[in-house]
């Protein structure tokens, strides 16, 4: 184990860039490798490393629409100014090149 880099939670936390409390919640949660040493906790800074790379996401890049293809729009309300709870999103398909929209008459 010689060459290890080992941390305490105040070390994985600023490792991380995280809060104390968030390393803590990790361990509650087994979501991340530790060490106990007693009742001291320790981290190695390799594990730390891969629990990082394991939980990156990565993005997605857009799709582009073939040429012609229209775009559907959407228009959303959340409700009146009395504050009911009623919400409605008609869809439309909007043509290329025009600003005129066909109402969407899968929807009722």
């Not at 991380?16 to 060490?35: K, Q, W």
């Not at 730390?48 to 629409?65: H, I, W």
């Not at 009146?80 to 600003?99: I, K, Q, T, W």
């Amino acid at each position: 184990m010689a060459g290890r880099r080992w941390l305490d939670v105040a070390g994985a936390a600023e490792w991380l860039g995280v809060d104390e409390r968030f390393i803590r919640r990790l361990v509650a949660e087994r979501r991340v490798t530790y060490y106990k040493v007693g009742k001291h906790l320790r981290f190695d800074a390799t594990d730390l490393d891969e629990f990082l790379e394991a939980s990156r996401l990565r993005g997605v890049r857009r799709r582009e629409l073939p040429a012609g293809a229209g775009v559907l729009v959407g228009v959303a309300s959340a409700g009146d100014a009395e504050g009911s709870a009623a919400v409605s999103c008609p869809l439309a398909y909007r043509r290329p090149g025009s600003d005129a929209q066909v109402q969407d008459s899968s929807r009722g």
